[in-house]
């Protein structure tokens, strides 16, 4: 699902590169924990994952495309047609209802407008399953901070994209609810076979998932910077 192979990045003015990856994967259906302190790269990781940012070299393959040979456009394209994303602040539309706000992948992407079959019947068992059903109407902004990460969830997962991608989607939540919500998390991505990348600094999570991974270890650039 994911491929990094020999991946380095270096923002502009920094006499060093940030990243240094030598190799990273992702495999289907794989809930992976990747993990790390603030400054340690993993915003910027993200950023190259989604095609946001090019890096000076090696590659980065998603779903066996190489994200470096599409232009800005089909980069864009590509990462609403494939990947779900829950933003640490969730990213949601105040001005719409819940349930539009759940739906927005599907007017990006008409890939994900045909594998979710019936958009608004997807959105809804979603909304259902996350016990949302009885604020479809509501602006999101009326919504607490937990039923807004729900609705970020519903509209990172309709039309079935194959990751899921969400950078600290927990930081807001107390311990209860964490569970909760990556519990929530695995059972609706295990119904649509997508796989988890999920960013945090809290090695709490890490015991729930397939795979966890500490990105100043597999970050050669972090090391380096040790070294200097």
């Not at 819940?98 to 019947?121: E, Y």
């Not at 999101?140 to 194959?162: D, F, K, M």
Request: hydrophobic letters at 40%; one cysteine or more; a negative charge.
């Amino acid at each position: 699902m994911i491929d990094i192979n020999d991946l380095q990045f270096t923002w502009p003015g920094n006499p060093r590169p940030t990243l240094n990856i030598p190799s990273f994967s992702l495999s289907q259906g794989e809930r992976l924990f990747l993990h790390g302190p603030s400054g340690s790269g993993k915003s910027t990781l993200l950023s190259l994952l989604t095609g946001i940012h090019l890096a000076q070299s090696g590659s980065i393959r998603i779903l066996g495309q190489n994200l470096a040979q599409l232009s800005g456009t089909k980069r864009d394209r590509f990462r609403a047609d494939h990947l779900g994303y829950v933003f640490q602040q969730f990213n949601l539309l105040s001005y719409l209802s819940v349930l539009d706000n759940v739906l927005l992948p599907c007017q990006f992407s008409q890939l994900r407008t045909q594998r979710a079959g019936n958009p608004k019947m997807q959105a809804l068992h979603l909304l259902d399953r996350l016990d949302l059903h009885r604020h479809l109407h509501q602006p999101v902004n009326a919504l607490s901070v937990g039923q807004q990460q729900r609705v970020a969830l519903a509209r990172a997962l309709i039309g079935a994209p194959e990751i899921l991608i969400a950078d600290e989607p927990t930081s807001a939540l107390d311990a209860e609810r964490r569970g909760a919500f990556i519990e929530l998390l695995f059972e609706c991505a295990a119904e649509h076979g997508t796989a988890i990348l999920l960013v945090s600094h809290d090695p709490q999570l890490a015991t729930q998932f397939d795979r966890s991974v500490n990105l100043p270890t597999l970050n050669h650039a972090a090391m380096e910077a040790e070294d200097v």
